[in-house]
């Protein structure tokens, strides 16, 4: 079974540091890009973060750029996000997917994990 | 002003009627690289569409989607009780990238 599986989320203060991760199983992870994608409470979906299949491209949205870091372990099966200076704004439900490998499309979605971040 | 727009917010239908959902793009989307998803409360998204108009893996033939020009179609034929949702779109590529619609709910 194809399965992702996010763990880090936790409530901080606002400017303090998290590390979120996401295991795989069930797939060849280091075949396909990786991304994270956020949902505020009551809110729609936010696209974070994106990682190529190689680590050749990492790309970000503005609004965590230069505060968040992605990486992936492809020996550990894991994918990674580090996210500094937290604020507010950055509470949500932190969800890692597989892009396809094909085309372009989140085909698998982990059930994600919840960052509150405190003022 | 959004880069990709959703219509209408809230969608409200019976049973056995047909949904259409509408995304407007600011922009062209490079080789019509735009997605549907559906999320149900509590759950992750779903991928249903890919490149436009292509089916996810397992997806129900009554979902189909469709592009003109920036305007791009999520159509679902003879809604079933599970189908009640929300939608979202995204785009892949552009500036900035991969972003989602705003969404709609589709509600009985």
């Known amino acids: 079974e194809v399965l992702l599986v996010e763990s880090g989320g936790d409530l901080v203060q606002s400017g303090r540091s998290l590390r979120l991760s996401c295991a795989a199983s069930?797939?060849?992870?280091?075949?396909?890009?990786m991304h994270w994608v956020r949902q505020a409470p009551g809110k729609g979906l936010e696209w974070v973060s994106g990682?190529?299949?190689?680590?050749?491209?990492?790309i970000y949205a503005d609004s965590v750029k230069g505060r968040f870091t992605i990486s992936r372990d492809d020996a550990e099966n894991s994918l990674h996000l580090q996210m500094n200076s937290l604020r507010a704004e950055d509470t949500a439900l932190y969800y890692c997917?597989?892009?396809?490998?094909?085309?372009?499309?989140?085909?698998?979605w982990g059930q994600g994990t919840m960052v509150t971040v405190s003022s | 002003e959004s880069v990709l727009t959703q219509s209408p917010g809230t969608l409200s239908l019976s049973p056995g009627e047909t949904a259409t959902l509408s995304c407007r793009a600011r922009?062209?989307?490079?080789?019509?690289?735009l997605a549907w998803y559906q999320q149900k409360p509590g759950q992750a998204p779903r991928l249903l569409i890919y490149?436009?108009?292509s089916r996810a893996t397992g997806i129900p033939d009554r979902f189909s989607g469709s592009a003109s020009g920036t305007d791009f179609t999520l159509t679902i034929s003879r809604l079933e009780p599970e189908d009640f949702a929300v939608y979202y779109c995204?785009?892949?590529?552009?500036?900035?990238?991969?972003?989602f619609g705003q969404g709609t709910k589709v509600e009985i």
């Open positions: 997917a597989r892009r396809m490998k094909n085309s372009l499309g989140f085909d698998v």
């Open positions: 069930g797939f060849t992870f280091g075949d396909y890009a």
């Open positions: 990682i190529s299949w190689n680590s050749g491209t990492i």
């Open positions: 922009q062209s989307v490079d080789n019509n690289y």
């Open positions: 490149a436009a108009s």
């Open positions: 995204q785009q892949f590529g552009g500036s900035p990238p991969w972003t």
